[in-house]
Protein backbone atom coordinates (compact mmCIF):
# COMPACT_ATOMS: atom_id res chain seq x y z
CA UNK A 1 0.00 0.00 0.00
CA UNK A 2 3.16 2.43 0.90
CA UNK A 3 3.92 2.58 -3.22
CA UNK A 4 0.49 2.03 -4.86
CA UNK A 5 -1.33 4.80 -2.63
CA UNK A 6 1.37 7.41 -4.09
CA UNK A 7 1.28 6.08 -7.61
CA UNK A 8 -2.66 6.32 -7.65
CA UNK A 9 -2.23 10.33 -5.96
CA UNK A 10 0.25 11.10 -9.06
CA UNK A 11 -1.54 9.15 -11.41
CA UNK A 12 -5.37 10.91 -10.40
CA UNK A 13 -3.08 14.36 -10.57
CA UNK A 14 -1.53 14.24 -14.04
CA UNK A 15 -5.10 12.79 -15.64
CA UNK A 16 -7.01 16.15 -13.73
CA UNK A 17 -4.04 18.31 -15.06
CA UNK A 18 -3.85 16.51 -18.83
CA UNK A 19 -7.49 16.14 -19.25
CA UNK A 20 -7.99 19.91 -19.30
CA UNK A 21 -5.46 20.21 -22.13
CA UNK A 22 -8.02 19.79 -25.11
CA UNK A 23 -10.08 23.09 -23.40
CA UNK A 24 -7.08 24.75 -23.50
CA UNK A 25 -5.33 24.07 -26.73
CA UNK A 26 -8.21 24.13 -28.62
CA UNK A 27 -9.83 27.27 -27.76
CA UNK A 28 -13.07 25.81 -25.89
CA UNK A 29 -15.55 28.62 -25.61
CA UNK A 30 -15.48 28.02 -21.63
CA UNK A 31 -11.54 27.87 -21.56
CA UNK A 32 -11.39 31.10 -23.59
CA UNK A 33 -14.01 33.01 -21.26
CA UNK A 34 -12.12 32.31 -18.54
CA UNK A 35 -8.95 33.32 -19.49
CA UNK A 36 -11.20 36.78 -21.04
CA UNK A 37 -12.14 37.40 -17.89
CA UNK A 38 -9.27 37.02 -15.93
CA UNK A 39 -7.20 39.11 -18.68
CA UNK A 40 -4.63 36.26 -19.79
CA UNK A 41 -6.38 35.52 -23.29
CA UNK A 42 -4.89 33.60 -25.50
CA UNK A 43 -1.36 33.49 -24.05
CA UNK A 44 -2.06 32.63 -20.51
CA UNK A 45 -4.47 29.64 -21.68
CA UNK A 46 -2.09 28.23 -23.90
CA UNK A 47 1.01 29.11 -21.20
CA UNK A 48 -1.09 27.63 -18.53
CA UNK A 49 -1.33 24.68 -21.14
CA UNK A 50 2.19 24.17 -21.37
CA UNK A 51 2.84 24.65 -18.24
CA UNK A 52 0.20 21.54 -16.83
CA UNK A 53 1.42 19.69 -19.06
CA UNK A 54 4.96 19.82 -18.00
CA UNK A 55 3.55 19.31 -14.36
CA UNK A 56 1.68 16.13 -15.28
CA UNK A 57 4.48 14.51 -16.98
CA UNK A 58 6.67 15.02 -14.18
CA UNK A 59 5.13 14.03 -11.57
CA UNK A 60 4.37 10.52 -13.53
CA UNK A 61 8.49 10.81 -13.13
CA UNK A 62 8.99 9.01 -9.75
CA UNK A 63 12.19 11.02 -9.59
CA UNK A 64 10.44 14.02 -10.76
CA UNK A 65 7.08 13.72 -8.80
CA UNK A 66 8.30 16.16 -6.03
CA UNK A 67 9.17 18.90 -9.13
CA UNK A 68 5.76 18.09 -10.88
CA UNK A 69 4.07 17.93 -7.33
CA UNK A 70 5.74 21.60 -6.45
CA UNK A 71 4.57 22.80 -10.29
CA UNK A 72 0.91 21.50 -9.69
CA UNK A 73 0.30 23.59 -6.18
CA UNK A 74 1.51 26.76 -8.57
CA UNK A 75 -0.70 26.67 -11.19
CA UNK A 76 -4.03 25.33 -9.58
CA UNK A 77 -3.08 27.49 -6.33
CA UNK A 78 -3.26 30.67 -9.28
CA UNK A 79 -6.22 29.01 -10.38
CA UNK A 80 -8.07 28.88 -6.89
CA UNK A 81 -6.75 32.42 -6.47
CA UNK A 82 -8.50 33.38 -9.54
CA UNK A 83 -11.84 31.74 -8.98
CA UNK A 84 -11.56 33.18 -5.45
CA UNK A 85 -10.97 36.90 -6.74
CA UNK A 86 -12.33 37.40 -10.53
CA UNK A 87 -14.21 34.43 -11.47
CA UNK A 88 -16.10 33.01 -8.65
CA UNK A 89 -16.73 29.61 -7.27
CA UNK A 90 -19.31 28.59 -10.44
CA UNK A 91 -18.52 29.48 -13.73
CA UNK A 92 -20.99 29.05 -16.80
CA UNK A 93 -23.56 27.35 -14.75
CA UNK A 94 -20.86 24.23 -13.82
CA UNK A 95 -22.13 23.87 -10.33
CA UNK A 96 -18.63 24.91 -8.87
CA UNK A 97 -16.93 21.62 -10.49
CA UNK A 98 -13.82 23.44 -11.72
CA UNK A 99 -13.44 25.31 -8.83
CA UNK A 100 -13.72 21.88 -6.65
CA UNK A 101 -11.39 20.20 -9.66
CA UNK A 102 -8.73 22.46 -8.19
CA UNK A 103 -9.08 21.82 -4.80
CA UNK A 104 -8.95 18.42 -5.46
CA UNK A 105 -6.05 18.92 -7.63
CA UNK A 106 -3.83 21.12 -4.88
CA UNK A 107 -5.04 18.57 -2.14
CA UNK A 108 -3.26 15.60 -4.04
CA UNK A 109 -1.02 17.43 -5.41
CA UNK A 110 0.60 18.36 -1.53
CA UNK A 111 0.05 14.86 -0.27
CA UNK A 112 2.14 13.94 -3.08
CA UNK A 113 4.80 16.19 -2.39
CA UNK A 114 4.56 15.78 1.38
CA UNK A 115 5.40 11.93 0.50
CA UNK A 116 8.07 13.08 -1.96
CA UNK A 117 9.24 15.66 0.96
CA UNK A 118 12.64 13.35 1.50
CA UNK A 119 13.62 13.38 -2.15
CA UNK A 120 13.34 17.87 -2.17
CA UNK A 121 17.04 19.04 -1.69
CA UNK A 122 16.30 22.39 -0.19
CA UNK A 123 13.03 21.03 2.24
Not at 14 to 25: D, E, G, N, S, V
Not at 64 to 77: E, P
Not at 82 to 101: P, Q, V
Amino acid sequence: MKKILPLLLRIVVAIILIQTLRFKFTAHPDSVYIFTKVGLEPYGRIGTGITELIAGILILIPKTAWIGAMLSLGIIGGAIMMHLTKLGIEINNDGGALFITAIVTFALSAIVLWIKRKEVKFF
